[in-house]
């Protein structure tokens, strides 16, 4: 299950082999560099625990045990909402979806830009402070989100959120982020979850070449505008919550 043991054909992207890195580490088979470079292979994205028969999550322990080795990049400042209202929709990059979602729904919206889904990143390897910033900045608001991460940190904070819908009803619906257990022609993850790309880029870049080679002309409905960029960008053909430059819709 695991998409990038699939996509790279590498025993050591198994999650049976990078779970066994730690033990081998403490009984001093491994030198520590060697060990981060043995984790390095997972993206998170929970495909197998779905699959796990006792249900252990790989990818979150797997973080947790990296965590104090890789120094936590700090998350952004968050930046001040523009407009009153009490619906905010979250900008990642240089997304501009939220002007249409607004006209399409009717819906008065304020607005608010991030470029690293709200600290994301800075949460999950252990930052401190990040989920009290983001429950202090958005107090009395709800979020309207296309990213899977930004949504992760605002449940975690305890911030309403909502994910936009998906945009086509004849595609085949990408759960994304450890969503429901992949069934027949869905994607276990596109290799855009987590900052993989910029830690190992061959892998990140392999997973989504395979997966757009197994879609072959079926077009997905991807409800993270961060995945529906990086499938377009490797050739997908996708529809979603995105007018990025470089994501033109099919
Ligand atoms: S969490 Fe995803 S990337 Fe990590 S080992 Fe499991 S299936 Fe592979």
Same mark, same amino acid.
């Given at each position: 299950m695991?998409?990038?043991?699939?996509?790279?054909?590498?025993e050591?992207?198994?999650?049976?082999? =990078?779970?066994?890195v730690?033990?081998l580490l403490e009984?001093g088979?491994?030198? /520590?560099? $060697?060990?981060?470079?043995?984790?390095? &292979?997972? &993206?998170?994205c929970?495909a197998?625990?779905?699959?796990?028969?006792v249900?252990? /999550?790989?990818g979150? #322990?797997?973080?947790?045990w990296?965590?104090?080795?890789?120094?936590p /990049? /700090?998350?952004?400042?968050?930046?001040?909402?523009?407009?009153?209202? %009490?619906?905010v929709?979250v900008?990642?990059g240089?997304?501009a979806?939220s002007? @249409?979602w607004?006209?399409a729904?009717?819906?008065e919206?304020a607005?608010v830009?991030?470029? $690293?889904?709200l600290?994301h990143?800075?949460w999950r &390897?252990?930052?401190?402070?990040?989920? +009290?910033?983001v429950a202090?900045h958005?107090?009395g608001? +709800?979020?309207?989100?296309g990213?899977?991460?930004?949504?992760?940190?605002a449940?975690?904070?305890?911030?309403p959120? @909502?994910?936009?819908?998906?945009?086509?009803?004849?595609?085949v619906?990408h759960p994304c982020?450890?969503?429901? #257990?992949?069934?027949?022609?869905?994607?276990?993850?596109c290799? #855009?979850?987590?900052g993989?790309p910029? @830690? +190992?880029?061959?892998?990140? #870049? =392999?997973?989504?070449?395979?997966?757009? @080679?197994?879609?072959g002309?079926v077009?997905t409905?991807?409800? $993270?505008?961060?995945?529906?960029?990086w &499938? %377009?960008?490797h050739?997908? %053909?996708?529809?979603g919550?995105? $007018?990025?430059?470089?994501c033109?819709?099919?």
């Amino acid at each position: 299950m695991c998409p990038v043991a699939v996509a790279t054909g590498a025993e050591a992207a198994t999650a049976a082999s =990078m779970m066994a890195v730690p033990l081998l580490l403490e009984r001093g088979a491994l030198a /520590p560099a $060697d060990a981060l470079a043995g984790t390095s &292979l997972c &993206l998170g994205c929970g495909a197998c625990t779905a699959h796990c028969k006792v249900h252990i /999550p790989v990818g979150q #322990r797997l973080a947790a045990w990296r965590a104090p080795q890789v120094a936590p /990049p /700090p998350p952004d400042p968050l930046t001040p909402i523009e407009g009153g209202a %009490r619906i905010v929709c979250v900008l990642t990059g240089s997304s501009a979806w939220s002007a @249409r979602w607004s006209e399409a729904t009717g819906v008065e919206v304020a607005v608010v830009s991030t470029n $690293d889904s709200l600290g994301h990143a800075a949460w999950r &390897l252990g930052h401190p402070g990040v989920l +009290e910033g983001v429950a202090s900045h958005f107090a009395g608001r +709800e979020l309207v989100t296309g990213s899977g991460a930004v949504e992760e940190v605002a449940r975690a904070a305890g911030v309403p959120v @909502r994910r936009l819908p998906a945009p086509a009803a004849d595609a085949v619906f990408h759960p994304c982020h450890a969503g429901p #257990r992949p069934g027949p022609g869905q994607l276990a993850c596109c290799g #855009r979850r987590e900052g993989f790309p910029e @830690r +190992e880029p061959d892998a990140a #870049r =392999m997973v989504a070449e395979e997966n757009v @080679r197994l879609l072959g002309d079926v077009i997905t409905s991807c409800a $993270d505008e961060e995945c529906a960029c990086w &499938l %377009r960008a490797h050739g997908g %053909r996708v529809v979603g919550p995105t $007018d990025s430059p470089g994501c033109t819709d099919v």
